[in-house]
């Protein structure tokens, strides 16, 4: 019922830039907020940012100061800019969202739809 498409993925060397987007669409009554998670080989799928209307932006300790997350309320979309990358940066970046429902009006939360994800490879 809610589709999210990632995009903006691909390899970096240390220390470089790269610009995640992600765009909501379908059955989409509002939206509340949005982040963006990675899962790197072998661990658990990680909070990396989110933003919400009520709680403002949200950041792992490890990426502050280097990403910085932005909406577009008119567009229900999010992107991550991520600068000084390195690589333990290195992870599969899925988008998520929470809201409601069109139609039926039921809520969503964080982890009940997912992006098919974006490969960020930083490597020299």
């Known amino acids: 019922q809610v589709q999210l498409v990632e995009s903006g993925g691909g390899l970096v060397q240390p220390g470089g830039s790269l610009r995640l987007s992600c765009a909501a669409s379908?059955?989409?009554?509002?939206?509340?907020?949005m982040g963006w998670y990675r899962q790197a080989p072998g661990k658990q799928r990680e909070l990396v940012a989110a933003i919400s209307s009520g709680a403002g932006t949200n950041y792992a300790d490890s990426v502050k100061g280097r990403f910085t997350i932005s909406g577009d309320d008119a567009k229900n979309s999010v992107s991550l800019q991520m600068n000084m990358l390195k690589p333990e940066d290195t992870a599969v970046y899925y988008c998520?969202?929470?809201?409601?429902?069109?139609?039926?009006?039921?809520?969503?939360?964080?982890?009940?739809?997912w992006g098919q994800g974006t490969q960020v490879t930083v490597s020299s």
């Open positions: 998520t969202a929470d809201g409601v429902v069109a139609g039926s009006r039921r809520p969503y939360s964080v982890g009940d739809y």
């Open positions: 379908g059955s989409i009554f509002s939206i509340n907020g």
